[in-house]
């Protein structure tokens, strides 16, 4: 799917629904704004709006059931339960704690090796100082550059449909969004009724192609809650995001996967190889390649599971310095008859292709197709000493840029072998690989692939709200925990008037301390949203300039 594809595709869904809307408003007496769905009681009321390219859904009906939750779980025979759940979400709180610090300093290292590269791109430009003492903070920041393992990946990489991952994957990934919001908003509302904390409303809302959920508690009954308990509901939502996500990989991690092939219409043959799935029409791997056959080998290297893992595909076609070690016998009057593809001078296309010998003493031009298409073909060897006299152990030069893909039409046909003459890359970029092929023709071959790619991002989505919620920003759950965390840590009298008026007695005096100690307090959580919002803005606009200058 192309970018304007995409954008055709949701500029479309938003006109529709402006067109719904004005056309249940127009046949409406009354103002479609707020819409009442619901035929219960007034306490009980779902509303819709709609205001440019945000819609909104606000309901109130799942409040009765809260309160009955919430009810049950104070009762003196569900004490145990209440225990557990105390228990459970006190854990919570420890695990927002060090999520929080995770996150901050994760938020650090990625603004800290963000800006070294940075550094680094604009230097490479010619950008240089003027002065003394730029010049020595240059040469000091260029040491810690220099010591930055740039080989290493980011530690962070932006999910972005249509420039880091396809277009046509923003379906699943609003999907997974949306689930781990609604699995952190439980969290909050389960939390919430253990503390016998009334929920006011719940809701979801769409804003351009962004979904969100939510559920509202009063002000007024959040601030009542001790330090304490204010920091179980507040961090229960990321908590429940947290054990979420340990669910999914303990799922992917244990074989339960592997049970789906007993059950459904597809087979893992992920010890055969790797099944096409897809291939780009506009690659000559799509006249050679067809759905559906299966990959068992790259060069030499088996694709069948656990011989290779399952980011072998990735590592071997993107990693540079790929080299065999096993090569082909062949006779020394082969590579005799001519070597000018060899030279690095040569620039007119050939048929042939340079072969060069295992211990690096000969080199000739050899017609690549006879040797390497054969899966049984001529003598292999790993050194001179397997061959013949008369023959030399030879391999492809790494500047013939030849890898052959071992393609098994079927579990029950022969093998054959494609010969690809080019970048490694392109073939990673072109073919799509999985590991589930149908039992059936009927079965879509595709299935499988999306509910792979749907884990995936479930996975990433769930774990990123668990960091990112934590995070000390105004709005985000951060920013609430780290105040119960503050007024946990710097107690203060919750009886204002008491104090105010023994202030008053005592010319002000006995006030002070915690006045005082409410300023600091303050201060301390200001101080965390103003360092926090600062990285954030600092390392998105970093991060942007990275992906202008290249």
Excluded at 230 to 248: E, I, K, P, Q
Excluded at 458 to 474: D, E, K, R, V
Aim: glycine content about 6%.
């Amino acid at each position: 799917m192309s970018l304007w594809r995409g954008f055709f595709l949701l500029a479309t869904f938003w006109c529709l629904v402006h067109i719904i809307h004005h056309f249940k408003q127009s046949k409406s007496s009354s103002s479609l704004l707020p819409l009442q769905l619901s035929s219960r009681t007034r306490t009980s009321t779902t509303n819709i709006s709609l205001h440019s390219l945000q819609l909104k859904i606000f309901t109130t009906r799942w409040n009765s059931r809260h309160d009955e939750l919430s009810s049950a779980l104070s009762r003196r025979g569900n004490k145990t339960l209440s225990a557990a759940l105390r228990w459970f979400y006190d854990l919570g709180s420890v695990s927002g704690a060090i999520g929080m610090l995770v996150a901050l300093a994760g938020l650090l290292w990625i603004f800290v090796t963000s800006g070294l590269t940075l550094f680094n791109k604009i230097s490479a430009h010619g950008i240089d100082s003027s002065s003394h003492g730029q010049t020595l903070l240059k040469r000091t920041l260029e040491t810690l550059a220099d010591n930055t393992p740039n080989s290493h990946p980011p530690l962070v990489t932006a999910i972005i449909p249509g420039i880091t991952v396809p277009l046509s994957h923003l379906p699943l990934i609003i999907c997974a969004v949306f689930l781990s919001q609604i699995i952190h908003e439980l969290g909050h509302a389960l939390a919430a009724a253990r503390e016998s904390l009334p929920m006011t409303a719940a809701g979801a809302s769409f804003t351009i192609c962004f979904p969100a959920a939510f559920v509202t508690f009063p002000t007024v009954g959040m601030k009542a809650l001790s330090p304490q308990a204010r920091s179980r509901v507040t961090a229960a939502g990321a908590f429940h995001n947290l054990v979420f996500w340990c669910f999914l990989v303990v799922v992917l991690r244990s074989g339960v996967a592997n049970l789906a092939s007993y059950v459904s219409g597809y087979r893992n043959v992920s010890d055969l190889g790797k099944v096409v799935v897809d291939v780009d029409q506009d690659s000559p791997l799509s006249l050679h390649l067809t759905k559906g056959v299966i990959i068992t080998r790259l060069d030499d290297n088996s694709l069948a599971f656990p011989r290779a893992s399952d980011s072998f595909w990735t590592e071997y076609l993107t990693s540079p310095g790929r080299k065999s070690s096993i090569g082909w016998c062949i006779p020394r009057t082969f590579l005799e008859k001519s070597d000018s593809c060899c030279s690095p001078a040569t620039l007119t296309s050939s048929p042939l292709a340079c072969f060069v010998s295992m211990d690096g003493t000969e080199h000739g031009c050899i017609d690549p197709v006879p040797v390497l298409t054969k899966p049984r073909g001529r003598g292999r060897c790993t050194s001179q000493e397997d061959c013949s006299p008369d023959s030399s152990c030879v391999a492809p030069d790494k500047t013939a840029q030849l890898l052959r893909l071992t393609v098994q039409p079927s579990v029950s046909e022969d093998e054959t072998v494609v010969l690809w003459n080019g970048p490694p890359r392109e073939i990673w970029e072109a073919v799509i690989v999985g590991n589930w092929l149908p039992r059936a023709p009927l079965f879509p071959l595709w299935i499988p692939f999306v509910v792979q790619d749907f884990w995936e991002y479930l996975t990433m989505a769930t774990l990123s709200l668990y960091f990112f919620n934590l995070l000390p920003i105004p709005h985000l759950d951060g920013s609430e925990l780290l105040q119960s965390f503050v007024d946990l840590a710097f107690p203060t009298q919750r009886d204002g008037f008491i104090y105010d008026v023994e202030a008053l007695e005592s010319d002000g005096g006995d006030y002070e301390g915690p006045r005082k100690r409410r300023r600091w307090k303050a201060l301390i959580v200001k101080c965390f949203h103003v360092i926090t919002t600062v990285l954030v803005a600092s390392c998105i606009l970093i991060t942007l300039l990275n992906s202008m200058i290249s």
